[in-house]
């Protein structure tokens, strides 16, 4: 499923950067529950647009890469 591909790229982006989930959050500006709850794909309604594009920024990957896997950071 889509949402937990999506979690499972966003943690491992976050680890990669050795960041905490309240660390991702506060450089996204996303709550630290979302973050939590995207990562453990509790909730794919919680794939917004402004989420994913925060998320998407605060890495420096396209939104394509994080929502596809397979195509190449920007």
């Known amino acids: ?40 794909q509790a909730k794919p309604s919680l794939l917004t647009a402004y989420s994913l594009a925060s998320i998407a920024e605060t890495f420096g990957v396209s939104l394509d890469w994080l929502w596809y896997g397979d195509r190449k950071a920007s």
């Open 1 to 40: 499923e889509r949402s937990a591909a999506v979690g499972a790229r966003v943690e491992s982006l976050r680890l990669a950067k050795g960041w905490t989930t309240r660390e991702l959050a506060q450089q996204a500006g996303l709550s630290e529950q979302m973050v939590g709850r995207l990562q453990r």
